[in-house]
């Protein structure tokens, strides 16, 4: 049985598809409809956003990032053709939701800026009810589901995967850069 989220989601799709109006507008519909179902629901502990990301590879399109036990260390890397770029430091969940990497990102070009320095900073908010987990980057985007309860294919928490995915690849891109 799918939760009443799913269904009023559901529900509202289909009555504009059968409307004949599945454009932006039902898109948008959609995108208030799932806002509103966060808003509903509550922030996430720090102590389960640990347990849902820890000693995982957030596998990406172009890339991934790995959240290790040992230290709350983070690693990624990213590649678009010739274009690559790699990223170490830290990642933490803070209670009331949010999980935030702060990571250096360097590739072989080499930016020198303060931000680069200190490691620029992202983070996402999460939000739970009934098994149901809202994401979204903490500055702009827009809330979407991360995990539907059950689980659905294409749920980007699927992308969360066991296990170090990226330190072979950082590593590579690394020695490349000396």
Known sequence: MYPIHSIIVSTALSALL???NASAAS?????????????AASPMKAVALEKLYVDRTWKWKDGGGFFSADGKQFTA????RAAWSYAEGRWYAINGGKLCLRARWSSKMDWSSKMERDGAVTCFLHREKDGV???KPSLGGKW???RHNPV???DESL??????RVSKEVSRLKDIRR
């Open 133 to 135: 987990i809202y994401q």
């Open 27 to 39: 898109k948008a519909q959609v995108d208030d409809a799932t806002a509103k179902l966060a808003a």
């Open 159 to 164: 992308k969360l995967v066991k296990g170090d």
């Open 18 to 20: 059968l409307a004949g």
């Open 144 to 146: 979407y589901v991360f």
């Open 152 to 154: 659905r294919e294409g």
């Open 77 to 80: 890397w990213s590649r678009k």
